[in-house]
């Protein structure tokens, strides 16, 4: 199985700053990477599929990049929505596997 | 709109078996494939396997193999997760999730998400 390593594991952040989380790949995924936000007792809702394309209604401070093995989701200017926990998912290979994901939390 | 519906909390003992259901609405149930994904307390998450609701095939994660069967019920617009020979460690919130390809993929993103069902597996 490919393994997804999500870094950090918690990032302390102040409304307004821009946060960069990480997130990389045991082996080559080319550009099938999806990023999750998760707020507690809620299901993740997809933001970015294919590395780096935004879903409809997801706001444009979220961007992603990357390929191969090596991925980040960007924040812009944090809003106080943006406070949650998120996933990276590889969906190259069977099992699609998850990262344990990065708690974005309020410095 | 689109939505999930899952069935609600459960509670079993190890060994027993849990059977969940997704009732989809909102799209035409076929042209989607519908997946399991599940959340232990405090974890990550992981896919547990997919189906595709015309015809019934279905993709198990290797490693439920054996424990593990979905079906699917075009009728009611349906997929069921049934699970098998619990223990502790299948305590999660489970998942059901459509995948974004529409008459496709296998191993997909999910683009709209249940609300989860608790099972919890305990003596």
């Known amino acids: 199985d490919i393994q997804m390593t999500q870094l950090p594991s918690t990032l302390s952040a102040s409304v307004g700053d821009r946060v960069t989380l990480t997130c990389r790949a045991s082996?080559?995924?080319?550009?099938?990477l999806a990023w999750y936000q998760q707020k507690p007792g809620k299901a993740p809702r997809l933001l970015i599929d294919?590395?780096?394309r935004l879903e409809s209604g997801v706001p444009s401070r979220f961007s992603g990049s990357g390929s191969g093995t090596e991925f980040t989701l960007t924040i812009t200017s944090l809003q106080p929505d943006d406070f949650a926990t998120y996933h990276c998912?590889?969906?190259?290979?069977?099992?699609?596997?998850f990262g344990q994901g990065t708690k974005l939390e309020i410095k | 709109q689109v939505q999930l519906v899952q069935s609600g909390a459960e509670a079993k003992k190890p060994g027993a078996s849990v059977k969940g259901s997704c009732e989809a609405s909102?799209?035409?149930?076929?042209?989607?494939?519908l997946h399991w994904v599940r959340q232990a307390p405090g974890q990550g998450l992981e896919w547990l396997g997919t189906?595709?609701?015309?015809?019934?095939?279905?993709l198990y994660a290797e490693r439920f193999q054996g424990r593990l069967t979905m079906t699917s019920d075009t009728s009611t617009s349906t997929v069921y997760m049934e699970l098998s020979s619990l223990r502790s460690e299948d305590t999660a919130m489970y998942y059901c999730?459509?995948?974004?390809?529409?008459?496709?993929?296998?191993?997909?993103?999910?683009?709209?998400w249940g609300q989860g069902t608790m099972v919890t597996v305990s003596s």
């Open positions: 294919e590395a780096s």
């Open positions: 909102g799209y035409i149930f076929t042209t989607y494939h």
């Open positions: 082996q080559s995924i080319s550009r099938r």
């Open positions: 998912q590889q969906y190259d290979s069977n099992p699609s596997t």
């Open positions: 189906i595709n609701p015309k015809g019934g095939s279905t």
């Open positions: 999730a459509r995948g974004v390809s529409l008459f496709g993929a296998t191993i997909d993103p999910f683009d709209m």
